[in-house]
């Protein structure tokens, strides 16, 4: 009688000792698929997700595996003798590209292995980071606009088509701001965008204002230029993330035979010469 009511009582301890560690995994399993996600949304490359990844599951003592798809992220963890495995899925964080947000995950899983910090503290850290405020709109698009003219003046461009290009940039980055708010397709507010900034910069060709024209049609539209998702595929695919890099070359791809067509438009319209 006794053993068998030792040996329940130890089946019972066993089983809580095990649900214990199962949802330990499964916690630490979804906060690195949420922190991955949300790494991938706001522009990082595969390779940095990887490291951080792994770097915060070594602090914590557990085998780790991720595998990074263009829409999703799958992140799997286990004990030591992988008896327990724990599996969490989470589709991309739909933040758009925020250097400053890149910044704060990467140095969270530096602070997690230097300064060895235990798994709530790395999830309230965590979800800190993710109330970050964006930067002010009203500064992003003065400094666009003051940007993109400082590239009118690096191709050769006069005074009058910086002052016509930051213009232009000021009305088209508006106006694209107020339509991804409206929940617009990127794809056409990058053709509304582009096609509302050649406009409004061809009245140095219609007009005949300044001695370089040109250079501000030409220039009008280069904030539009999707360089961060170009330079993500490049690295995805030197580190043989190839379905990442070939999706986000393609969408960059897209965006910019979007902006062209809006340019193109532009000109047509207005029966400006191509050559």
């Known amino acids: 009688m006794f053993l068998e009511t030792w040996k329940m ?90 250097f400053r947000l890149n910044a704060l995950l990467s140095r969270l899983s530096w602070e997690v292995a230097d300064e060895h910090l235990d798994f709530a503290t790395a999830v309230n ?34 005074a009058v088509a910086m002052l016509i290009v930051f213009a232009s940039t000021l009305s088209g980055y508006r106006l694209k701001q107020i339509m991804l708010e409206d929940k617009c397709d990127v794809r056409f507010t990058f053709l509304c965008a582009s096609f509302f900034s050649a406009t409004l910069s061809a009245g140095g060709h219609i007009f005949d204002i300044g001695t370089t024209p040109e250079i501000a049609l030409g220039t009008s539209v280069l904030y539009l230029i999707p360089g961060v998702p170009y330079i993500n595929a490049v690295s995805d695919m030197l580190y043989h993330h190839y379905l990442c890099a070939f999706s986000r070359f393609l969408d960059a791809a897209v965006l910019t035979a979007c902006l062209s067509v809006g340019l193109c438009t532009g000109m047509f319209i207005l029966k400006l010469k191509w050559f």
């Open 9 to 98: 009582m130890s089946s019972r301890i066993y089983k809580a000792v095990n649900m214990s560690d199962n949802l330990i995994l499964k916690d630490i399993a979804i906060f690195l698929a949420d922190y991955a996600s949300l790494l991938l949304g706001c522009g990082a490359t595969c390779i940095r997700i990887e490291k951080n990844t792994r770097r915060m599951a070594d602090t914590f003592g557990v085998g780790f595996d991720i595998t990074i798809l263009p829409t999703h992220v799958y992140v799997s963890v286990w004990d030591g003798d992988a008896s327990d495995t724990s599996l969490a899925i989470r589709k991309t964080a739909n933040c758009g590209i925020s």
């Open 125 to 158: 850290r965590f979800d800190s980071i993710r109330e970050t405020r964006p930067t002010g709109k009203w500064e992003v698009l003065f400094l666009a606009s003051c940007a993109n003219a400082s590239f009118c003046r690096l191709f050769g461009g006069d």
